[in-house]
């Protein structure tokens, strides 16, 4: 279950609702989903999304359903639930506030602005 | 419908395999939820989607450059760990799924109870019709189960009542007048015997009804029922104690002893305005002074044989309780721990064997029974109540079958309803468990009304109930009733939801929906539903056949000749204190005024006096000897029915002279000694010639010659079913007793003579009481109590029974017909008379009739035998009763299908085929 290091706690889950805002997904669209837009620099072992995924789906954030992939093969579709758009709103604003405070007290140069 | 969709079950899989080889379009698909299954479709589930993950990602490698198995090495390496992936996913999963099983369960349970609401609501009509049938054949049941659970499944109010017995002497060897020769009374010396040998029995008392009169200063003199009894029958034999004062000591049961009295809590509350002083005051009982020396707690129930209101002690010993052959006692005792009825009977046979050779006179053919307690009290009241909750749960079992016809007949016309919901994958459990929570939904409802009418019942039954029921006080509708309510709710839910759907579940989705939800289905039901209405009909009709049988023995009780003429007689017992008056003087001097004075009120045609009136019961028997005739063996004299009356009596109850002369006033203590006999005694004593022969009444040793002077016919003495017996006369200036019941014949209402009668005795005494005031006729209708009370409600069930059968065969054959329109329509159309329509369906419904009738009178025949104890002269066989019942069966089938057969010749055959 190797994560890179610097991926803090609860990102993945937050990458995973973000990577469902427009469409249902199936785990390997998540995947290169998230690399895409992260340049692969965070999801080292493809594999964790999917304990992510079930634990998204037992909180019901997500839900998933099969269905047929691009390619008519059969596949396991997710989806945000209601709860999950409200909970990646909230925590993508939380976010955005708890990174500007730290990218703000990085930029400090003088010892007491 | 709509609701349907949301359905999760098994056939959702199929659902899918349909859709994912349809469905065309990518991405926009239509998505099922995830169906259930077992473990192992969890772990393909976890499988798919991470082969899924791992070839997707070999797929674009493979695109990007790299050879197949690189491609799937890179992205089996970019995966990671996939055993514990694997695992952990499953983990999840199986947690998840685990809890929505729970939920669902939940969910369709809820779902399964609104839905039954829904259609019992929507199905207002035919769930009332349901409801009632239910309600009425749980509530009657229950009704008869509380009344039967009281009588006779209830333990006696005692500790360890199992130990009670009763001790009578057997008679049935010898040719005595008894009502009950089984069931005969004790000497004072044979029940001493009996206490000082049977090792069994711990303890036993004896005791002799006990009518005393209580006189206080200026209220009314009152009649009390009590018992006067041997030493031990509260504390060691029945286990009972006073609330107040104490309980009988050994030295108040001795020759002589103290004049003491406990009295029971209500005497106590009426008579004594339960004053707590009461103990230790002297009250006077028939004009003797009683010592108070204790009350009865007001939860005491005495067993009917003890009376009601006070108790003394009988102070007999070996000197003073009277001869072996004269017998005025009965006993009730406990057993030793462990002892059984039958050694206690082997014990008491083997003594009663000892005795009759040690007393060859006085116990000749005799010997001892013995019986439970809690038997001996309800053997007259438990084959009546047994063959009524019989009967009650064959209404019941009807009830069942018209309930579950009515869901047949609704599942048939929902089979298209169903099919679309098996089609659309929903198993056959869940369709089952639906009509399953629908029919207990009806039981349920169906069975808190039937409770509600139970508790009126009951009520009802309690007090409809012959007066000698014993053991009534304890009937109640309590928790213990409600769960055999309960239990029998539940047992009627599925008795009549089980089968119904069975049925709908095997719905075969393809065929009932081609037939375009024109209720198909319906052969296999058909079959059914027939089977169901032949068995109605036969149960019906075996209850029928029950019926009519009490019905025509009731009318044969009825048309009895009594031998009197019991219309316009009003009775009364009058008890003189035997202190003040202990001679004939006294007493004549009583009782001439009083036949005087009533005689001479308005309305008054006669007035007589008799020491026993006619159907009271047994009193008492006495032997005699004819003057001439060889004497009979000692001990074996013959018994006769003696009665001692006035003059006016034979007049006043209407009983008619047919030799000789009725008793007159110089009939008195200084005249020559004369008797009357009855026409049975004149015939087989006297070769039908009494008149002017003599006859002795008892104490052979010393005979007193008495000459016949009058011949009246026989009456029923023991009750209107027993046959006439042996009885005679005496005139009671001859033999005057300190009580007599009055018989006063009016041309008015008996009743409105109550009060003037009253006035007169009080104004003769006031220190005298009446008591067993009631119209002659009353008493008539008394003795045929219990079977008034057996035949009206198993009248009443078979009336309900065959309703309800018929009702089921309207419904059967109605529905029938609305099957089979559009071949009635080809019929009509093809030129059919409308008389051979209505035959055909006639002929049909009959058909069913015919074999739920053959069923019922077999059924009937072997049945019978089980009230034959209460039929009087009807075989249980009876071929009128069986051929008429059969009969109304036939013709009331003939109404309820007529209404289906003249529907069928109305069928417009253009509108039939039209619909096609």
Same mark, same amino acid.
């Given at each position: 279950?190797?994560?890179?290091?610097?991926l803090?706690?609860?990102?993945?889950?937050?990458?995973?609702?973000?990577?469902?805002t427009?469409?249902?997904l199936?785990?390997?669209?998540?995947?290169e989903?998230?690399?895409?837009?992260?340049?692969?620099?965070?999801?080292?072992?493809?594999?964790?999304?999917?304990?992510?995924?079930?634990?998204?789906?037992?909180?019901?954030l997500?839900?998933?359903?099969?269905?047929?992939?691009?390619?008519?093969?059969?596949a396991?579709?997710?989806s945000l639930?209601?709860a999950?758009k409200?909970?990646?709103?909230?925590?993508?604003?939380?976010?955005?506030?708890?990174?500007n405070?730290?990218?703000?007290?990085?930029?400090?140069?003088?010892?007491?602005? | 419908?709509?609701r349907?969709h949301?359905?999760?079950?098994?056939?959702?899989?199929?659902?899918?395999?349909?859709?994912?080889?349809?469905e065309k379009?990518?991405?926009?698909?239509?998505l099922?939820?995830?169906?259930?299954g077992?473990?192992g479709?969890?772990?393909d589930?976890?499988?798919?989607?991470?082969?899924?993950?791992?070839?997707?990602?070999?797929?674009?490698?493979?695109?990007?450059?790299?050879?197949?198995?690189e491609?799937l090495?890179?992205?089996?390496?970019?995966?990671?760990?996939?055993d514990?992936?694997?695992?952990?996913?499953?983990?999840?999963?199986?947690?998840?799924?685990?809890?929505?099983q729970?939920?669902?369960?939940?969910?369709?349970?809820?779902?399964?109870?609104?839905?039954?609401?829904r259609?019992?609501l929507s199905?207002?009509?035919?769930?009332?019709v349901?409801?009632?049938?239910?309600?009425?054949?749980?509530?009657?049941?229950?009704a008869?189960?509380?009344?039967?659970?009281?009588?006779?499944?209830?333990?006696?109010?005692?500790?360890?009542?199992?130990?009670?017995?009763?001790?009578?002497?057997?008679?049935?060897e010898?040719?005595?007048?008894?009502?009950?020769?089984?069931?005969?009374?004790?000497?004072?010396p044979?029940?001493?015997?009996?206490?000082?040998e049977i090792?069994?029995v711990?303890?036993?008392?004896?005791?002799?009804?006990?009518?005393p009169?209580?006189?206080?200063?200026?209220?009314?003199?009152?009649?009390?029922f009590g018992?006067?009894?041997?030493?031990?029958?509260?504390?060691? +034999?029945?286990?009972?104690?006073?609330?107040?004062?104490r309980g009988?000591?050994p030295?108040?049961?001795?020759?002589?002893?103290p004049?003491?009295?406990i009295?029971?809590d209500?005497?106590?509350?009426?008579?004594?305005g339960?004053d707590?002083?009461?103990?230790?005051?002297?009250v006077?009982?028939?004009?003797?002074?009683?010592?108070?020396?204790?009350?009865?707690?007001?939860?005491?129930q005495?067993p009917?044989f003890?009376?009601?209101?006070?108790?003394?002690?009988?102070?007999?010993?070996?000197?003073?309780?009277g001869?072996?052959?004269?017998?005025?006692?009965r006993?009730?005792g406990?057993?030793?721990?462990?002892?059984?009825?039958?050694?206690?009977?082997?014990?008491?046979?083997d003594l009663?064997?000892?005795?009759e050779q040690?007393?060859? +006179?006085?116990n000749?053919?005799?010997?001892?029974?013995?019986?439970?307690?809690?038997d001996?009290?309800?053997?007259?009241?438990?084959?009546?109540l047994?063959?009524?909750l019989?009967?009650v749960?064959?209404?019941?079992?009807?009830?069942?079958v018209?309930?579950?016809?009515?869901?047949?007949?609704?599942?048939?016309?929902?089979?298209?309803e169903?099919?679309?919901?098996v089609?659309?994958?929903?198993?056959?459990?869940?369709?089952?468990?639906?009509?399953?929570?629908?029919?207990?939904?009806?039981a349920?409802?169906?069975?808190?009304?039937?409770i509600?009418?139970?508790?009126?019942?009951?009520?009802?039954?309690?007090?409809?109930?012959?007066?000698?029921?014993?053991?009534?006080?304890?009937?109640?509708?309590?928790?213990?009733?409600?769960?055999?309510?309960?239990?029998?709710?539940?047992?009627?839910?599925?008795?009549?939801g089980?089968?119904?759907?069975?049925?709908?579940?095997?719905?075969d989705?393809?065929?009932?929906?081609?037939?375009?939800?024109r209720?198909?289905?319906?052969?296999?039901?058909?079959?059914?539903?027939?089977?169901?209405?032949?068995?109605q009909?036969?149960?019906?009709?075996?209850?029928?056949?029950?019926?009519?049988?009490?019905?025509?023995?009731?009318?044969?009780?009825?048309?009895?000749?009594?031998?009197?003429?019991?219309?316009g007689?009003?009775?009364?017992?009058?008890?003189?204190?035997?202190?003040?008056?202990?001679? #004939?003087?006294?007493?004549?001097?009583?009782?001439?005024?009083?036949?005087?004075?009533?005689?001479?009120?308005?309305?008054v045609?006669?007035v007589?006096?008799?020491?026993?009136?006619?159907?009271?019961?047994f009193?008492?028997?006495?032997?005699?000897m004819?003057?001439?005739?060889?004497?009979?063996?000692?001990?074996?004299?013959p018994?006769?029915?003696?009665?001692?009356?006035?003059?006016?009596?034979?007049?006043?109850?209407?009983?008619?002279?047919?030799?000789?002369?009725?008793?007159?006033?110089?009939d008195?203590g200084?005249?020559?000694?004369?008797?009357?006999?009855?026409?049975?005694?004149?015939?087989?004593?006297?070769?039908?010639?009494?008149?002017?022969?003599?006859?002795?009444?008892?104490?052979?040793?010393?005979?007193?010659?008495?000459?016949?002077?009058?011949?009246?016919?026989d009456?029923?003495?023991?009750?209107v079913?027993?046959?006439?017996?042996? #009885?005679?006369?005496?005139p009671?200036?001859?033999?005057?007793?300190?009580?007599?019941?009055?018989?006063v014949?009016?041309?008015?209402?008996p009743?409105n003579?109550?009060?003037?009668?009253?006035?007169i005795?009080s104004?003769?005494?006031?220190?005298?009481?009446?008591s067993?005031?009631?119209?002659?006729?009353?008493?008539?209708?008394?003795?045929?109590?219990?079977?008034?009370?057996?035949?009206?409600?198993?009248?009443?069930?078979a009336?309900?029974a065959?309703l309800?059968?018929?009702?089921?065969?309207?419904g059967?054959?109605s529905y029938?017909?609305?099957?089979?329109?559009?071949?009635?329509? +080809?019929?009509i159309?093809?030129?059919?008379?409308?008389?051979?329509?209505?035959?055909l369906?006639l002929?049909?419904?009959?058909?069913?009739?015919?074999a739920?009738?053959?069923?019922?009178l077999?059924?009937?025949?072997?049945?019978?035998?089980?009230?034959?104890?209460?039929?009087f002269?009807?075989p249980?066989?009876?071929?009128?009763?069986?051929?008429?019942?059969?009969?109304?069966?036939?013709?009331a089938?003939?109404?309820?299908?007529?209404?289906p057969?003249?529907?069928?010749?109305?069928?417009?055959p253009?509108?039939?085929?039209?619909?096609?």
């Open positions: 279950m190797a994560q890179n290091p610097n803090v706690r609860g990102t993945l889950d937050l990458l995973i609702l973000k990577s469902l427009w469409e249902p199936h785990g390997y669209a998540v995947s989903w998230i690399e895409k837009v992260t340049d692969g620099s965070l999801l080292m072992e493809e594999g964790t999304l999917y304990p992510a995924l079930h634990r998204l789906a037992e909180k019901g997500v839900e998933a359903e099969w269905g047929l992939s691009e390619n008519n093969r059969r396991k579709y997710y639930t209601h999950g409200g909970y990646l709103e909230r925590e993508a604003a939380s976010w955005a506030a708890y990174t405070a730290v990218a703000k007290a990085l930029a400090v140069e003088s010892p007491i602005p | 419908m709509g349907l949301q359905r999760r079950g098994q056939g959702a899989g199929r659902g899918v395999a349909n859709s994912v080889s349809n379009e990518p991405r926009r698909r239509r099922f939820r995830l169906p259930f077992g473990a479709r969890i772990q589930e976890v499988d798919e989607e991470i082969r899924f993950h791992i070839e997707e990602r070999a797929a674009r490698y493979e695109a990007e450059g790299m050879s197949p198995s491609a090495a890179e992205a089996e390496r970019r995966f990671g760990d996939v514990s992936v694997r695992h952990e996913v499953e983990k999840m999963m199986t947690r998840r799924r685990r809890a929505m729970r939920s669902d369960l939940v969910g369709d349970v809820k779902r399964d109870v609104a839905f039954a609401t259609q019992i199905h207002p009509v035919f769930s009332a349901a409801i009632a049938t239910i309600a009425l054949a749980i509530g009657a049941t229950t008869i189960f509380s009344v039967v659970d009281g009588v006779m499944l209830r333990p006696l109010p005692y500790d360890e009542p199992d130990e009670l017995v009763m001790v009578w002497m057997d008679y049935t010898r040719d005595v007048v008894l009502a009950d020769k089984a069931r005969e009374w004790l000497s004072w044979n029940f001493a015997d009996f206490r000082d090792s069994s711990e303890s036993i008392s004896a005791f002799t009804g006990w009518r009169t209580l006189t206080g200063d200026g209220t009314d003199a009152q009649q009390l018992t006067q009894f041997s030493h031990g029958m509260f504390a060691e +034999v029945l286990g009972v104690a006073p609330a107040m004062g009988f000591l030295e108040d049961d001795v020759p002589d002893g004049a003491v009295v009295l029971s209500g005497l106590w509350r009426r008579a004594f339960a707590p002083g009461v103990v230790n005051q002297t006077l009982l028939s004009d003797i002074p009683y010592t108070v020396i204790g009350v009865m707690p007001p939860d005491f005495p009917p003890l009376g009601t209101d006070a108790w003394t002690t009988l102070q007999f010993d070996r000197t003073n309780g001869g072996r052959g004269s017998i005025f006692l006993a009730v406990r057993m030793q721990d462990g002892a059984s009825v039958e050694l206690v009977r082997a014990q008491a046979r009663g064997a000892r005795l040690e007393y060859p +006179v006085d000749v053919d005799t010997n001892f029974n013995v019986y439970p307690l809690h001996d009290l309800v053997t007259q009241a438990s084959t009546a047994w063959v009524l019989g009967a749960g064959f209404v019941l079992l009807i009830a069942c018209n309930v579950a016809n009515l869901l047949l007949a609704r599942g048939a016309t929902r089979s298209s169903l099919a679309v919901r089609a659309m994958g929903a198993g056959r459990r869940r369709i089952v468990s639906q009509l399953l929570t629908e029919s207990s939904l009806l349920f409802v169906g069975g808190a009304v039937g509600g009418l139970a508790y009126l019942g009951t009520d009802v039954l309690v007090r409809m109930a012959p007066a000698g029921t014993p053991l009534l006080d304890q009937v109640a509708v309590d928790a213990r009733i409600l769960g055999f309510a309960l239990l029998v709710t539940a047992i009627t839910g599925s008795l009549f089980v089968i119904p759907a069975l049925k709908a579940a095997r719905t989705p393809a065929g009932a929906l081609r037939e375009g939800g209720s198909g289905a319906a052969s296999g039901s058909a079959g059914l539903r027939n089977t169901l209405v032949v068995g009909v036969g149960l019906a009709l075996v209850l029928l056949v029950g019926a009519g049988l009490l019905v025509r023995s009731f009318q044969n009780l009825q048309r009895v000749d009594l031998g009197f003429e019991p219309e007689v009003l009775t009364m017992r009058v008890a003189l204190p035997g202190v003040r008056y202990d001679d #004939a003087e006294t007493r004549l001097g009583f009782f001439g005024p009083l036949e005087e004075r009533v005689g001479a009120l308005p309305t045609e006669s007589g006096f008799v020491d026993a009136l006619p159907l009271a019961g009193d008492g028997d006495a032997s005699f004819v003057e001439g005739a060889p004497p009979p063996q000692p001990g074996l004299e018994a006769v029915w003696l009665r001692r009356s006035t003059p006016g009596y034979f007049e006043a109850m209407g009983l008619q002279l047919l030799a000789g002369r009725g008793f007159t006033s110089s008195d200084e005249a020559t000694r004369v008797i009357i006999v009855n026409e049975t005694l004149q015939r087989d004593y006297f070769d039908g010639q009494a008149l002017g022969k003599r006859l002795n009444v008892n104490s052979p040793e010393n005979p007193v010659w008495r000459e016949v002077v009058g011949v009246v016919r009456i029923k003495n023991f009750g079913r027993a046959d006439s017996r042996n #009885a005679m006369y005496l009671y200036a001859q033999a005057p007793s300190t009580f007599l019941f009055a018989a014949r009016t041309t008015g209402d009743n003579l109550v009060n003037p009668i009253r006035t005795v104004e003769l005494d006031p220190g005298i009481a009446l067993g005031v009631q119209p002659m006729e009353e008493l008539v209708t008394l003795s045929l109590a219990t079977d008034r009370f057996t035949t009206s409600l198993l009248g009443g069930f009336m309900v065959m309800l059968a018929i009702v089921g065969l309207y059967v054959v029938t017909v609305s099957m089979r329109m559009r071949e009635m329509g +080809v019929r159309a093809l030129g059919a008379p409308q008389a051979g329509i209505r035959m369906v002929r049909w419904a009959l058909a069913l009739v015919a739920g009738i053959g069923l019922g077999v059924g009937a025949v072997g049945l019978t035998g089980l009230i034959e104890g209460l039929l002269g009807v249980t066989t009876d071929p009128v009763t069986f051929a008429s019942v059969a009969g109304l069966m036939v013709g089938a003939v109404l309820a299908s007529l209404i057969a003249i529907r069928a010749t109305r069928v417009d253009i509108e039939v085929l039209k619909s096609e």
